[in-house]
C-alpha cells in the first residue's frame, strides 16, 4: 500500500547512507553520538530538551519565515508566549493544502539558495505536497536516526542484508556483494525460486522490505514447504503500513522478529519498534508528536485512534509546525519494558483513506477485515479492493490455477459474517494488480472523501 506520503526510514541503501555520512560526516556524527545518549535520558530531561528546540524553532520560524510571521501576528502572539509544549495548541494547524498554497512564503530568508533542495510527495489521495528541504543535511540526518533504529534490532549497515524495494531489473548487489537488492516488481511465482536460492547462498542477517513484497514472498515459502533462512536474525518494515496478520505470517515464516519504522519526508515524525515490544518509539529528539481528535482536541484515553501531528526540529529550512500528516495511530500511556523514556505509539493505524464507508455512512477501519481475503482462500494469488461507493465494496482477485467455484463461496460467507449488512462485496477476477511507481502495493483503492472521525 502506498501512503499518503512516502515514508523514508530506510529507504536508502547502504550505498547511499555512506555517500551522505562522506558529504556531511559532522552532521552524522554529531547527530548519532548525540541519540546515543539522549535515548537514555529521563523524561524530564527530554522534556526540557524539546521545549527548548521548540522555542527556538518558533523564534527563527517567527523572525525568518514570512508565513509564520503573519500567522503569529495575526493572532497576536510572539514565540515567547509559548511557554510549554502545550501551548503548542495556541497554534494553527499546518495542512497540506496551505503548504502548497504558501509554499515560498514558508521558506526561510536567512538560507541561501544553493542550500534549497526541492522536492514532493504523491501518494494516492491525488493531491501532491511540494515543499523543500536543505540539500543533502536531511539525509544525513535521517541516516542518524536511521542508525539508532538499526541498533535496536541488533544488526548494522555492514551486515551481509537484502533489500527489498521497487526496481526494474529483477536483481542486482551492491557494496561489494554484501547486499542483494531484489525489485517488488518481480515478487511472483516466476522469480520466486530465484530469490529464495540466492537468499539461502548469501545468508543475510536481515532483511529489509515493504510488508506487501515479503508477504508474497512468505506466503509462496509457506504453501511449499519452503524452509526458513537460519541466519535471518530480523526483518524489518518501512514505507507501509504494516497489518498484524503480515506481522504473525512473517514471523512464523521465518522465525525471527519483525521490526517495523514509521518516518515522513517531511521530517516532522519519526520512530520504531525496538526488541521489546511492537509499540512505536517516537523520537522526541526528532520533533513534537501530538495525537488529536476530529475536532483538534489531544487525545488522552488509552487505544483511542487520532491523527499524526508532527513539528520538526529538523525543518528550520522550510518549517513544519503542527503538520498534520493525514496519519492515524493508537494512543498508549503504557511503558515500554526497554526503558526508553519516549512517548509511544501501540499502533499506526494506516492513512484516512484506510478507511471504508458502511451504507449508514460508518467509518471502518480496513485493518479489520483486510486479512479475510488471505485467509479465506490458498488461491489467491493476489487481491485489491476498491470503492466509489458507501456500501459497496470490490474485490479484485487474481487466482491461481487451483481456484475454484469454493474458493468464492467461502470469501462470500466470511465477509458477510464479518461485516453483516453493511456492506455488499462484489468479487471481480483480473490478470493482475499493478503496483505502484515505487513497487509498493496498495490493498485499497479509496476513491471517497474521508474525514477522521473515528
Known sequence: MERQREQVTFRYTVDGMIL?????????????????????????????????????????????????????????LKPKDIKSVQDLQKLPFLTKKIINKNIEDIRATNYPERKFEYTYTGGSTGEPLKFYTQKGVWLSLLTAYGKILMDWTGCSYLDKSVFITGRDT??????????LVLSSFYMNETHMPQFIEKIRKLKPKYITTYPSAITFLARYMQKNNIEYFPSVKAVIFHAET???????????????????????????VMGGTCDHTNYYHMFPEYGVLELVDKEGKPITKEGEIG?????????????????????????????????????????????????????????????????LAVESSDNVEGCQFYQDKEG??????????????????TLQKNFNKFLGNEFDLVIRFVDEIPLSNRGKFQFLIQKLPIEFSP
Open 392 to 409: 459497496k465494496l470490490v474485490l479484485n482477485i487474481v487466482k491461481t490455477k487451483d481456484y475454484t467455484d469454493a474458493d468464492t463461496q
Open 307 to 371: 491523527e499524526i501531528v508532527g513539528t520538526g526540529f529538523h525543518t528550520y529550512i522550510f518549517p513544519f509546525i503542527r503538520y498534520k500528516t493525514g496519519d492515524l495511530g493508537v494512543y498508549t500511556k503504557k511503558k515500554c519494558e526497554c526503558g526508553r523514556n519516549y512517548p509511544l505509539l501501540e499502533r499506526i493505524e494506516g492513512r484516512l483513506q484506510d478507511f471504508v464507508i458502511s451504507k449508514t455512512k460508518k467509518l471502518v477501519p480496513f485493518t479489520r477485515f483486510q486479512h
Open 242 to 268: 504494516l497489518y498484524s496478520w503480515q506481522r504473525k505470517l512473517v514471523e512464523e515464516v521465518f522465525r525471527c522478529r519483525v521490526y517495523d519504522n514509521y518516518g515522513l519526508r517531511e521530517q516532522t
Open 20 to 76: 551522505q555520512t562522506l558529504f556531511h560526516p559532522i552532521t552524522f556524527l554529531k547527530t548519532y553520538k548525540f541519540l546515543k545518549k539522549s535515548q537514555c535520558w529521563s523524561k524530564k530531561q527530554l522534556d526540557e530538551y524539546q521545549l527548548q528546540e521548540l522555542s527556538k524553532l518558533l523564534r527563527h520560524a517567527y523572525e525568518n519565515v514570512p508565513y509564520y510571521t503573519k500567522v503569529f501576528d495575526k493572532l497576536g
Open 170 to 179: 529483477p536483481w542486482k548487489y551492491q557494496f561489494f556483494g554484501r547486499m
